[in-house]
């Protein structure tokens, strides 16, 4: 502990100096050298994007700007109708003043789609862009999704996460507030595109105001305004629709909303059978998100579930696959009941009743043993779920805040399978409640302008029972003396309790290097418990040895995190050093058979980043990370994990290790023509986890094992280019990812996998003025898995969009689908689909009419292929036949 503290006490002592002002003058003229008023000038970082200082000359083209920052700087001219004009600074504590004219030279500036003129489509503020949505609408947009995609620069994803360039935003707010967090899709998704009069693009977004410009974010947010008009009265929208065919399909759509300066209230209601999941929208509003720790420890804590019952997803749009029915209602509200206590409360009720149908056929060849099998599924999912958070925060002072949250979330999750296996007839259930606490505290202190200090705790509870049956068995060979068994039968008991508390000091230099250091404690607490049982008859239950499990597992990480950034003008160090003294604890069910483990490790990270010019940036960082085993891999008796797989863990502790090395490289920035973007990963596993597998026909025993030697590497890169001559933006994409691993099948040795997918694809957007647009686009993916035999398919999607216009009370869109499969034994298949959607305004503002058609062709199935290094499976998959749904939609 001595050297933890002298760590500290280093890391404190490091001096932070601060530097008298420097100030900036000048004027900026055109060619002509007359004067250019209230032109744009922003000193900027020369290593990054950030903003330093920012003003605008006067109307005689002059300006002023001042800064005590010293070091390497770019210093930004720009002006509508003007070329931007960029200059090198060299600011030193002796520099207190420093001259720089700039002459600007005359020409239209386009952004993608948009040319900036005087109307001002695009307005750059310092880490802010504003979009006036006037000039992105064309008439087709009924919903916020529609008009953010009209977005230069945003990527909006099939499943509706919102990206710019590779990384997703952080949130999506109306007027500044945040109702929903991660979980954004359920606003934009179905929030009407009417009441948005700008898109605000907020850039090194800080989720708490005291870390703005302290921490080196790169996260992005999106802000809608309101129309000024809307503001303080309450508005909205009913939206329904029905299908006169004998499908009978239905959709409704209800949003309420009031957003005044004080408080804001937004209710959504919605309904339908087309295929739309409206709770998985909702849930990174209540959940956890697996993986992102850096706002708020624990977020990578959750309970697994054991058991789902699943089919192979195709690769399609799930409305296109899913026969469902889905309701929910949720009500929200942020108010200020003070000047400084802000408050927010959520309210979420949802229920899915999905239907899924398909048939399979697989293949296996592996480990001396070569089967097929065929499966029917009719999978029937019901879920209910409701949930409630409640937000409060406390501005105590300028420089002082307290928030405090809790969340509740409950869920009941009825499953079953009519299932048929190799002409066996089986029904299979899973009935699996669940429940989740989770309180957060936060505290934050900004002790000086380039200081602060954050205490954060946090408790989870979740709780996932499930029980599982069937009233078929297949395991005659597995248990031959249990020969007259004629159902299956698992109990899970599952649960987590976590408890951590960490302390953050963040301290930030005038020349842009900054320390952040991480003091904290996180525990857990996991217990599982099975019991599977084998039914003879009515009474008789049968409960064979190595399949239960009784066990508790604990792990107590107490570490010490310090990251570095040392700013050295265009070129900037970063470091990372984490030390973590872990105490686990494993009680078997007796409580007697207790293990401990106390074990240390270090994870550290070096790394490089360099911006060359204004528009070229590169890093590369190189890291070694450990990681703690979880309850999942450490039972040592078998679980019920599918209809005939049986997974256990490896009944040890275990610490996992890989090294890791990552490039990128990007050029251009927001705005540019030409934008482009490459990114590889290489990682080299020292211990991780593989599989030992006993395959036959009617069942499978996975055992994890720990092994060395595993490799990956991905390569992805984008590019994004205007044409100004067909007035288009043209994005590629190519990509590759590789995987080497081992594993063990039937006892016959180590066998090397490789695994390869290459993806390349294109995208072509029209930005046309007239009635007319387009988008249109093709993707490529090849997988190829290699083992005992080398088996691969090719996999093409290619969409074609048509947007029509005809005047300000019609529009038309149809949406054309091609899917084309080359599996292994070279059988083409081909898929088409052709969707369409008409609207008629009716009374401007108010009342509208459409006409949706999906799946005009009326494809009624879908094949896809799996590889893995086992087997071959072929899935076909029933599709929801065509209809056309007639919809009205008021706004009032």
């Given at each position: 502990?001595?050297?933890?503290?002298?760590?500290?006490?280093?890391?404190?002592?490091?001096?932070?100096?601060?530097?008298?002002?420097?100030?900036?003058?000048?004027?900026?003229?055109?060619?002509?050298?007359?004067?250019?008023?209230?032109?744009?000038?922003?000193?900027?970082?020369?290593?990054?994007?950030?903003?330093?200082?920012?003003?605008?000359?006067?109307?005689?083209?002059?300006?002023?700007?001042?800064?005590?920052?010293?070091?390497?700087?770019?210093?930004?001219?720009?002006?509508?109708?003007?070329?931007?004009?960029?200059?090198?600074?060299?600011?030193?504590?002796?520099?207190?003043?420093?001259?720089?004219?700039?002459?600007?030279?005359?020409?239209?500036?386009?952004?993608?789609?948009?040319?900036?003129?005087?109307?001002?489509?695009?307005?750059?503020?310092?880490?802010?862009?504003?979009?006036?949505?006037?000039?992105?609408?064309?008439?087709?947009?009924?919903?916020?999704?529609?008009?953010?995609?009209?977005?230069?620069?945003?990527?909006?994803?099939?499943?509706?996460?919102?990206?710019?360039?590779?990384?997703?935003?952080?949130?999506?707010?109306?007027?500044?507030?945040?109702?929903?967090?991660?979980?954004?899709?359920?606003?934009?998704?179905?929030?009407?595109?009417?009441?948005?009069?700008?898109?605000?693009?907020?850039?090194?977004?800080?989720?708490?105001?005291?870390?703005?410009?302290?921490?080196?974010?790169?996260?992005?947010?999106?802000?809608?305004?309101?129309?000024?008009?809307?503001?303080?009265?309450?508005?909205?929208?009913?939206?329904?629709?029905?299908?006169?065919?004998?499908?009978?399909?239905?959709?409704?759509?209800?949003?309420?909303?009031?957003?005044?300066?004080?408080?804001?209230?937004?209710?959504?209601?919605?309904?339908?059978?087309?295929?739309?999941?409206?709770?998985?929208?909702?849930?990174?509003?209540?959940?956890?998100?697996?993986?992102?720790?850096?706002?708020?420890?624990?977020?990578?804590?959750?309970?697994?579930?054991?058991?789902?019952?699943?089919?192979?997803?195709?690769?399609?749009?799930?409305?296109?696959?899913?026969?469902?029915?889905?309701?929910?209602?949720?009500?929200?509200?942020?108010?200020?009941?003070?000047?400084?206590?802000?408050?927010?409360?959520?309210?979420?009720?949802?229920?899915?009743?999905?239907?899924?149908?398909?048939?399979?056929?697989?293949?296996?060849?592996?480990?001396?043993?070569?089967?097929?099998?065929?499966?029917?599924?009719?999978?029937?999912?019901?879920?209910?779920?409701?949930?409630?958070?409640?937000?409060?925060?406390?501005?105590?002072?300028?420089?002082?805040?307290?928030?405090?949250?809790?969340?509740?979330?409950?869920?009941?999750?009825?499953?079953?399978?009519?299932?048929?296996?190799?002409?066996?007839?089986?029904?299979?259930?899973?009935?699996?409640?669940?429940?989740?606490?989770?309180?957060?505290?936060?505290?934050?202190?900004?002790?000086?302008?380039?200081?602060?200090?954050?205490?954060?705790?946090?408790?989870?509870?979740?709780?996932?029972?499930?029980?599982?049956?069937?009233?078929?068995?297949?395991?005659?060979?597995?248990?031959?003396?249990?020969?007259?068994?004629?159902?299956?039968?698992?109990?899970?008991?599952?649960?987590?309790?976590?408890?951590?508390?960490?302390?953050?000091?963040?301290?930030?230099?005038?020349?842009?290097?900054?320390?952040?250091?991480?003091?904290?404690?996180?525990?857990?607490?996991?217990?599982?418990?099975?019991?599977?049982?084998?039914?003879?008859?009515?009474?008789?239950?049968?409960?064979?040895?190595?399949?239960?499990?009784?066990?508790?597992?604990?792990?107590?990480?107490?570490?010490?995190?310090?990251?570095?950034?040392?700013?050295?003008?265009?070129?900037?160090?970063?470091?990372?050093?984490?030390?973590?003294?872990?105490?686990?604890?494993?009680?078997?069910?007796?409580?007697?058979?207790?293990?401990?483990?106390?074990?240390?490790?270090?994870?550290?990270?070096?790394?490089?980043?360099?911006?060359?010019?204004?528009?070229?940036?590169?890093?590369?960082?190189?890291?070694?990370?450990?990681?703690?085993?979880?309850?999942?891999?450490?039972?040592?008796?078998?679980?019920?994990?599918?209809?005939?797989?049986?997974?256990?863990?490896?009944?040890?502790?275990?610490?996992?290790?890989?090294?890791?090395?990552?490039?990128?490289?990007?050029?251009?920035?927001?705005?540019?023509?030409?934008?482009?973007?490459?990114?590889?990963?290489?990682?080299?596993?020292?211990?991780?986890?593989?599989?030992?597998?006993?395959?036959?026909?009617?069942?499978?025993?996975?055992?994890?094992?720990?092994?060395?030697?595993?490799?990956?590497?991905?390569?992805?890169?984008?590019?994004?280019?205007?044409?100004?001559?067909?007035?288009?933006?043209?994005?590629?994409?190519?990509?590759?990812?590789?995987?080497?691993?081992?594993?063990?099948?039937?006892?016959?040795?180590?066998?090397?996998?490789?695994?390869?997918?290459?993806?390349?694809?294109?995208?072509?957007?029209?930005?046309?003025?007239?009635?007319?647009?387009?988008?249109?686009?093709?993707?490529?993916?090849?997988?190829?898995?290699?083992?005992?035999?080398?088996?691969?398919?090719?996999?093409?999607?290619?969409?074609?969009?048509?947007?029509?216009?005809?005047?300000?009370?019609?529009?038309?869109?149809?949406?054309?689908?091609?899917?084309?499969?080359?599996?292994?034994?070279?059988?083409?298949?081909?898929?088409y689909f052709l969707d369409f959607n008409a609207r008629y305004v009716v009374i401007k503002n108010r009342l509208s009419l459409s006409w949706y058609g999906n799946?005009?062709?009326?494809?009624?199935?879908?094949?896809?292929?799996?590889?893995?290094?086992?087997?071959?499976?072929?899935?076909?998959?029933?599709?929801?036949?065509?209809?056309?749904?007639?919809?009205?939609?008021?706004?009032?």
């Amino acid at each position: 502990m001595n050297a933890v503290k002298q760590l500290i006490l280093l890391a404190l002592l490091v001096p932070w100096c601060s530097f008298a002002q420097t100030t900036l003058s000048g004027s900026v003229k055109d060619e002509s050298q007359h004067p250019i008023p209230y032109a744009n000038v922003i000193l900027k970082e020369a290593t990054g994007s950030g903003i330093v200082g920012f003003c605008q000359a006067d109307g005689q083209g002059t300006y002023t700007l001042k800064t005590s920052r010293i070091g390497r700087f770019w210093l930004n001219f720009s002006a509508l109708s003007y070329r931007p004009c960029t200059l090198m600074l060299d600011l030193t504590p002796n520099n207190t003043k420093c001259i720089r004219n700039a002459t600007l030279i005359f020409e239209p500036i386009e952004i993608h789609e948009v040319i900036i003129s005087a109307d001002k489509a695009i307005t750059v503020k310092p880490d802010t862009i504003v979009f006036d949505a006037r000039f992105f609408l064309k008439g087709d947009e009924k919903v916020v999704e529609d008009l953010l995609k009209k977005i230069p620069g945003l990527n909006i994803s099939e499943d509706g996460t919102i990206r710019v360039g590779n990384q997703e935003v952080e949130k999506v707010m109306i007027d500044s507030g945040d109702f929903f967090e991660k979980g954004y899709k359920l606003l934009t998704r179905n929030m009407p595109a009417y009441p948005i009069s700008k898109v605000e693009l907020l850039q090194h977004f800080s989720n708490n105001r005291l870390l703005k410009e302290i921490e080196n974010s790169e996260k992005v947010a999106i802000n809608l305004k309101l129309d000024p008009s809307l503001r303080r009265q309450w508005f909205g929208n009913l939206a329904m629709g029905y299908d006169p065919l004998p499908e009978k399909k239905y959709e409704a759509l209800s949003n309420l909303m009031n957003f005044g300066s004080q408080t804001k209230y937004y209710g959504l209601a919605s309904m339908n059978s087309i295929g739309e999941n409206l709770s998985l929208d909702a849930d990174h509003s209540y959940q956890p998100s697996l993986g992102e720790k850096e706002e708020m420890i624990g977020e990578d804590q959750r309970v697994r579930s054991l058991i789902n019952l699943a089919t192979i997803a195709p690769n399609l749009k799930p409305n296109r696959y899913t026969f469902n029915d889905s309701r929910m209602v949720s009500l929200n509200v942020i108010s200020s009941l003070s000047s400084k206590i802000k408050m927010k409360a959520l309210a979420f009720l949802g229920s899915d009743i999905n239907h899924f149908y398909s048939t399979g056929y697989e293949s296996v060849s592996a480990g001396g043993t070569s089967f097929s099998n065929s499966e029917y599924n009719h999978l029937r999912k019901e879920r209910l779920a409701w949930f409630g958070k409640m937000e409060m925060t406390d501005d105590l002072t300028k420089d002082q805040s307290l928030k405090y949250a809790v969340k509740y979330l409950g869920s009941e999750g009825k499953d079953f399978d009519h299932l048929v296996f190799n002409d066996s007839v089986t029904g299979e259930s899973l009935h699996q409640p669940s429940t989740l606490w989770d309180h957060q505290l936060t505290y934050t202190h900004k002790l000086k302008k380039s200081r602060v200090m954050i205490l954060t705790g946090r408790y989870l509870f979740e709780k996932v029972p499930q029980h599982h049956s069937m009233d078929g068995y297949f395991f005659t060979d597995l248990f031959p003396s249990l020969g007259n068994a004629v159902s299956v039968d698992q109990e899970v008991a599952n649960q987590m309790h976590y408890g951590g508390v960490e302390a953050r000091l963040m301290s930030k230099a005038s020349n842009g290097s900054l320390l952040d250091i991480r003091l904290g404690n996180q525990y857990r607490s996991d217990g599982l418990r099975t019991a599977f049982g084998l039914q003879e008859d009515r009474w008789t239950v049968q409960n064979p040895d190595g399949f239960q499990n009784d066990l508790g597992y604990s792990s107590d990480d107490l570490y010490l995190d310090t990251r570095f950034r040392l700013q050295k003008r265009a070129v900037a160090i970063i470091a990372d050093f984490g030390i973590h003294q872990l105490f686990n604890r494993m009680v078997g069910a007796d409580g007697n058979r207790q293990r401990s483990q106390s074990p240390f490790f270090m994870n550290p990270k070096i790394g490089l980043a360099w911006k060359w010019n204004e528009k070229s940036n590169w890093m590369t960082y190189c890291s070694r990370n450990v990681t703690n085993a979880g309850i999942v891999d450490v039972y040592n008796q078998y679980v019920q994990t599918g209809y005939r797989t049986f997974s256990k863990g490896t009944g040890a502790f275990d610490q996992l290790c890989a090294a890791s090395l990552v490039a990128g490289y990007t050029y251009g920035n927001w705005g540019d023509k030409f934008f482009a973007n490459v990114l590889v990963i290489g990682n080299l596993d020292q211990k991780s986890y593989s599989t030992h597998t006993l395959i036959s026909r009617n069942f499978l025993l996975v055992s994890k094992m720990l092994v060395t030697g595993g490799k990956s590497l991905i390569v992805s890169s984008n590019f994004d280019r205007f044409i100004k001559p067909i007035s288009s933006n043209l994005k590629i994409t190519l990509a590759s990812s590789m995987l080497i691993y081992r594993n063990v099948v039937n006892n016959t040795g180590y066998r090397s996998i490789a695994s390869n997918h290459f993806q390349y694809g294109f995208e072509l957007r029209s930005a046309f003025h007239g009635f007319f647009n387009c988008h249109l686009g093709s993707k490529w993916d090849y997988f190829e898995m290699k083992s005992d035999q080398v088996i691969g398919n090719h996999v093409n999607n290619s969409f074609l969009d048509l947007l029509f216009s005809f005047n300000s009370k019609l529009d038309v869109q149809l949406k054309a689908e091609r899917y084309l499969f080359e599996p292994f034994d070279a059988m083409r298949n081909c898929l088409y689909f052709l969707d369409f959607n008409a609207r008629y305004v009716v009374i401007k503002n108010r009342l509208s009419l459409s006409w949706y058609g999906n799946n005009l062709f009326n494809t009624d199935v879908y094949s896809s292929y799996t590889l893995t290094d086992i087997s071959l499976a072929k899935t076909t998959c029933q599709l929801l036949p065509r209809y056309l749904l007639i919809k009205v939609e008021y706004r009032f």
